[in-house]
């Protein structure tokens, strides 16, 4: 019944930018706090942005700060992660993520919620 659906991932030069969105279904979008996490083959999962419920706060991992954006818009149930400045270290699988407590949890990865995934992968 509920779904997470990422979408937005592609093929980008260094230095390019993507706009990746999540959909959420069945679910009460704005009682969760949501969150991005990324996964590269042979590596753990590591986390990238959290928003809280209202989107007041936002937390980033140290990684990303200064190019990447988390967003929502709760009227259509969507989170989004724009990527700026990407680099090839950025080359992952990305998954949205969703938590019924709060965003600090979603950062530690606590969740209740995940999507299937989406493919960014960056070329120098």
């Known amino acids: 019944q509920v779904q997470l659906v990422e979408s937005g991932g592609g093929l980008v030069q260094a230095g390019d930018s993507l706009r990746l969105s999540c959909a959420a279904s069945?679910?009460?979008?704005?009682?969760?706090?949501m969150g991005w996490f990324r996964q590269a083959p042979g590596k753990e999962r590591e986390f990238v942005a959290a928003?809280?419920?209202?989107?007041?706060?936002?937390y980033y991992a140290d990684s990303v700060k200064g190019r990447f954006t988390i967003s929502r818009d709760n009227a259509k149930n969507t989170v989004y992660l724009q990527m700026n400045s990407l680099k090839p270290d950025d080359t992952a699988a990305y998954y949205c993520?969703?938590?019924?407590?709060?965003?600090?949890?979603?950062?530690?990865?606590?969740?209740?919620?995940w999507g299937q995934g989406t493919q960014v992968t960056v070329s120098s």
């Open positions: 993520a969703a938590g019924r407590s709060s965003s600090s949890n979603v950062r530690s990865g606590i969740s209740d919620y």
């Open positions: 069945g679910v009460t979008f704005s009682s969760y706090a």
């Open positions: 928003i809280s419920k209202g989107g007041s706060i936002t």
